[in-house]
């Protein structure tokens, strides 16, 4: 049975496709659907304007080149924000390192923000600037700009890879814990009171580790003799990755407490999806796709390999409960942070970042009904439990105005879309999983080989005869 957490407490605006045969049901009699009639959809309809007057500001987006960073800076752009990405263009080297390109062909951040002054007449300036390293440019960026806001993406995001080699797991600690370090710590010298957003993770919390609905960020607690309090969620990471957000999350309390930063922490569910309302503009504003072992995200990967004729590769049972959400409510919802900051002196402000928790293998099901492949089982090299419950509570974002968007195979067409135009652009080598958390997982996932795959079209060849001419 799967488990379906909305992000919205009262009314879940379910999207469908009229068009498919296979529309998904929702399980659940709490949440209420858009009605079939309607023919909107998230790539083409702008958000309804929200109440109030509209504030421009000066949002300095680190990691703005990324999957996550590219969409939300043309995202805060079109809605009239002056926005200045920061980006050390590290994750296009970790292409060039790991031999797997982005399925999507991105474009230079030059040709990025040309595009989009083309198509919206808004500018975007590219700054290349490594955070984690060059503290010094970081400070007089920040004095310079005077940011409203500053959202940080700029840390290496994949689980996968932090667990890859000692080299990455120590470049992962690095990169990331070094890079917030210096983030608070450059606010400080510049004297700015800029909000700082970032980008977490679900994955500090654990799964299903709370006995129960796991809260927004902080939990309420009996001490001895009976005393009850509020404290930060206890942190139980999964990975170096998920290591490197729990240690960034007592950052931010230190260094709100101690000098009174404005912070907002997102802690976020597994990002499905490539393309927004903003990115479908012109094809060298595309989003980056990733579909290998080490950085597709499961979702996506699972729509990649239905649309190429390849098996689903469901680690373990498939038994884990994950949350979700899609990348135009990324965008969407770094904006409704912007827009609701904290007051100087307040806590922490935490958000639980989604939009739905399902099981894997469910998740699975439903691409392989709607694309008829097979679903395979493989030895996970992840070191979790087999099996997992995920409760959690998520109305904060809900109350500020988001309507979720929830996994619906009309979009699943969507991505598919993507995958069938840039399919020879895939290497069947990096679809299966290259990182191992441990040596028993490594040993146990020996017989996991690169090789096996190979694509739809590719058996179809081999298996036609060759033609007399």
Same mark, same amino acid.
């Given at each position: 049975? !799967?488990?379906?957490?909305?992000?919205?407490?009262?009314?879940?605006?379910?999207?469908?496709? *009229?068009?498919?045969?296979?529309?998904?049901?929702?399980?659940?009699?709490?949440?209420?659907?858009?009605?079939? *009639?309607?023919? *909107?959809?998230?790539?083409?309809?702008?958000?309804?304007?929200?109440?109030?007057?509209?504030?421009?500001?000066?949002?300095?987006?680190?990691?703005?080149?990324?999957?996550?960073?590219?969409?939300? +800076?043309?995202?805060?752009?079109?809605?009239?924000?002056?926005?200045?990405?920061?980006?050390?263009?590290?994750?296009?080297?970790?292409?060039?390192?790991?031999?797997?390109?982005?399925?999507?062909?991105?474009? *230079?951040?030059?040709?990025?923000?040309?595009?989009?002054?083309?198509?919206?007449?808004?500018?975007?300036?590219?700054?290349? #600037?490594?955070?984690?390293?060059?503290?010094?440019?970081?400070? $007089?960026?920040?004095?310079?700009?005077?940011?409203? &806001?500053?959202?940080?993406?700029?840390?290496?995001? %994949?689980?996968?890879?932090?667990?890859?080699?000692?080299?990455?797991?120590?470049?992962?600690?690095?990169?990331?814990?070094?890079?917030?370090?210096?983030?608070?710590?450059?606010?400080?010298? %510049?004297?700015?009171?800029?909000?700082?957003?970032?980008?977490?993770?679900?994955?500090?919390?654990?799964?299903?580790?709370?006995?129960?609905?796991?809260? $927004?960020?902080?939990?309420?607690?009996?001490?001895?003799?009976?005393?009850?309090?509020? @404290?930060?969620?206890?942190?139980?990471?999964? +990975?170096?990755?998920?290591?490197?957000?729990? #240690?960034?999350?007592?950052?931010?309390?230190?260094?709100?407490?101690?000098? /009174?930063?404005?912070?907002?922490?997102?802690?976020?569910?597994?990002?499905?999806?490539?393309?927004?309302?903003?990115?479908?503009?012109?094809?060298?504003?595309?989003?980056?796709?990733?579909?290998?072992?080490?950085?597709?995200?499961?979702?996506?990967?699972?729509? !990649?390999?239905?649309?190429?004729?390849?098996?689903?590769?469901?680690?373990?049972?498939?038994?884990?409960?994950?949350?979700?959400?899609?990348?135009?409510?990324?965008?969407?919802?770094? $904006? @409704?942070?912007?827009?609701?900051?904290?007051?100087?002196?307040?806590?922490? =402000?935490?958000?639980?970042?989604?939009?739905?928790?399902?099981?894997?293998?469910?998740?699975?099901?439903?691409?392989?009904?709607?694309?008829?492949?097979?679903?395979?089982?493989?030895?996970?090299?992840?070191?979790?439990? &087999?099996?997992? =419950?995920?409760?959690? %509570?998520?109305?904060?974002?809900?109350? /500020?105005?988001?309507?979720?968007?929830?996994?619906?195979?009309?979009?699943?067409? $969507?991505?598919?879309?993507?995958?069938?135009?840039?399919?020879?652009?895939?290497?069947?080598?990096?679809?299966?999983?290259? +990182?191992?958390?441990?040596?028993?997982?490594? &040993?146990?996932?020996?017989?996991?080989?690169? =090789?096996?795959?190979?694509?739809? =079209?590719?058996?179809?060849?081999?298996?036609?005869?060759?033609? &007399?001419?």
């Amino acid at each position: 049975m !799967m488990k379906l957490t909305p992000l919205c407490t009262t009314l879940l605006v379910f999207l469908t496709s *009229s068009s498919s045969s296979n529309a998904f049901v929702v399980p659940s009699t709490r949440f209420a659907k858009r009605s079939s *009639s309607s023919s *909107s959809s998230p790539l083409t309809t702008m958000d309804a304007a929200s109440d109030g007057e509209f504030e421009k500001k000066t949002v300095l987006v680190l990691g703005g080149d990324g999957f996550c960073g590219w969409p939300t +800076s043309l995202h805060l752009s079109d809605k009239g924000h002056d926005v200045v990405i920061v980006d050390n263009l590290s994750r296009r080297n970790i292409d060039t390192e790991l031999g797997c390109d982005s399925l999507t062909p991105i474009t *230079s951040p030059e040709v990025r923000v040309k595009a989009w002054k083309e198509v919206s007449g808004k500018d975007i300036e590219f700054v290349n #600037l490594d955070v984690a390293k060059e503290y010094d440019l970081l400070v $007089e960026l920040i004095k310079d700009k005077k940011p409203d &806001a500053i959202v940080h993406f700029a840390e290496q995001r %994949a689980a996968p890879y932090s667990m890859k080699t000692s080299k990455t797991k120590r470049y992962t600690v690095d990169n990331n814990v070094g890079g917030s370090n210096n983030l608070c710590c450059a606010v400080i010298d %510049a004297d700015v009171d800029a909000h700082i957003v970032h980008l977490g993770t679900m994955g500090v919390y654990g799964y299903g580790t709370s006995g129960g609905e796991i809260p $927004e960020g902080y939990i309420d607690v009996t001490l001895p003799g009976g005393r009850e309090s509020n @404290i930060l969620h206890p942190a139980y990471p999964g +990975s170096v990755y998920h290591a490197t957000k729990c #240690l960034d999350a007592l950052l931010w309390q230190f260094y709100q407490k101690n000098d /009174l930063l404005r912070i907002t922490d997102l802690h976020q569910g597994i990002v499905w999806g490539t393309n927004t309302p903003q990115t479908i503009k012109d094809e060298r504003l595309i989003n980056r796709f990733d579909y290998d072992g080490d950085y597709g995200t499961v979702l996506n990967r699972f729509l !990649m390999q239905g649309a190429m004729g390849v098996p689903l590769t469901v680690y373990g049972t498939g038994g884990q409960t994950r949350a979700f959400i899609h990348i135009t409510d990324t965008a969407r919802c770094i $904006e @409704i942070a912007i827009d609701n900051p904290p007051s100087k002196g307040d806590r922490v =402000e935490i958000f639980n970042q989604i939009a739905e928790t399902r099981r894997v293998r469910d998740v699975a099901a439903l691409v392989a009904d709607q694309t008829g492949v097979r679903v395979d089982t493989i030895p996970n090299p992840r070191n979790e439990a &087999a099996e997992n =419950e995920l409760d959690v %509570a998520n109305a904060k974002f809900c109350n /500020l105005g988001l309507d979720p968007i929830t996994l619906d195979v009309g979009l699943f067409d $969507e991505v598919a879309e993507v995958v069938k135009k840039y399919k020879h652009r895939c290497n069947p080598t990096k679809i299966l999983p290259a +990182s191992f958390w441990n040596k028993q997982r490594a &040993a146990e996932c020996a017989t996991i080989d690169p =090789e096996s795959i190979t694509l739809k =079209e590719e058996e179809t060849a081999a298996a036609e005869p060759v033609k &007399a001419e």
